[in-house]
């Protein structure tokens, strides 16, 4: 049972590229989200999704989308990186949305 | 908006103690209350959920408590080891944010041998 897997754990990008953050979980949840964590800023969620086709904003969205095709995934686009973007991105997942979170891993992201 | 503060940011303490580590929200009308903990490098990983109808969690050594409507709860680790070295993070899902949660800073915890 391999939970929440994200790719990749490491990317570096060029200001002005894109590139597609991939999260997936096997555990058949509705609830999938995405949260940065930043030094004394704690987790701050992005965007998240009660299911298929349903979507929306957490607390800090822009300059990111994302769309959810599948119950098993919930991609993370960044558009035109920026610097500000450089963080840690965690995917957490739950039955519905008021259970027990499983997180991914992370991947650590530097935008130069 | 929920606001989540735990307090204090670090704690050092010597192996065998019993500590407690303090979360507070300001927004009393969640689902849940969960504890995490996340070692150096490492994802989330889930320690305890207290519903909002419960009072408290026991998973081992650990003990969650609530109050829902002073806005706090405490996690209580009894026997500290070594390895309980980590952050530890509570997070609430609901309030006024319906299906989102919000995070507390954390407080980093060494446990010296």
């Known amino acids: 049972n391999a939970g929440v897997t994200q790719t990749p754990k490491f990317q570096v990008l060029k200001t002005g590229q894109s590139m597609t953050l991939q999260c997936a979980q096997d555990?058949?949840?509705?609830?999938m989200s995405w949260y940065r964590q930043d030094p004394g800023m704690g987790l701050r969620l992005i965007h998240y999704s009660v299911g298929a086709g349903i979507t929306d904003q957490g607390e800090v969205p822009n300059g990111y989308n994302v769309s959810r095709s599948t119950t098993e995934d919930f991609p993370l686009r960044l558009l035109s990186a920026a610097p500000s973007q450089t963080s840690v991105y965690f995917c957490?997942?739950?039955?519905?949305?008021?259970?027990?979170?499983?997180f991914g891993s992370g991947t650590q992201l530097s935008v130069l | 908006k929920q606001e989540v503060t735990q307090i204090p940011a670090a704690l050092s303490v010597p192996e065998g103690e019993n500590l407690v580590l303090n979360c507070s929200f300001t927004d009393s009308a969640i689902y849940n209350l969960q504890w995490f903990r996340q070692d150096p490098g490492k994802g989330l990983t889930s320690l305890l959920l207290?519903?909002?109808?419960?009072r408290e969690q026991t998973s081992g050594r650990l003990n969650a408590s609530l109050d829902k409507s002073s806005g706090r709860s405490t996690l209580y680790i009894a026997a500290s080891q070594p390895g309980d070295s980590a952050t530890y993070l509570c997070a609430v899902q609901g309030g006024t944010n319906a299906g989102k949660s919000t995070f507390g800073d954390g407080t980093t915890l060494t446990v010296k041998p």
């Open positions: 957490a997942s739950s039955l519905t949305g008021a259970e027990k979170l499983f």
């Open positions: 207290i519903q909002s109808s419960q």
């Open positions: 555990m058949n949840h509705e609830y």
